[in-house]
């Protein structure tokens, strides 16, 4: 696995635990029964971004080291999840 792969795979993990972790202990604007005049009920009263950030990116280190040294001890490959047999190698006959 090249340098990019692993940013790229890195920034992929990292917006699927962001949009997992995003909505966990949400309190809206509705819900407290404080909505500010302009904006949605639904809005965040207290984001805690911060915090969240924190989260994503440790959980983030943690799965990335898992699937990376996965993909790089080659224990899984490309070929394990050919399906459909698309990428067989054409029959390679010795006798002639």
Known sequence: ????????????IWFMVLFIVLPLNLTTQGDEGE????????????LRMGHKVKIITIWTVVLWVIIAG????????????DWFNRMATPEVSLDK
């Open 70 to 81: 996965t993909i790089m001890s080659g224990l899984i490959s490309v070929r394990d999840i």
């Open 1 to 12: 696995m090249g340098i990019t792969s692993a940013i790229v795979l890195f920034a992929v």
């Open 35 to 46: 909505v500010v005049p302009g904006t949605h009920k639904s809005a965040p009263t207290n």
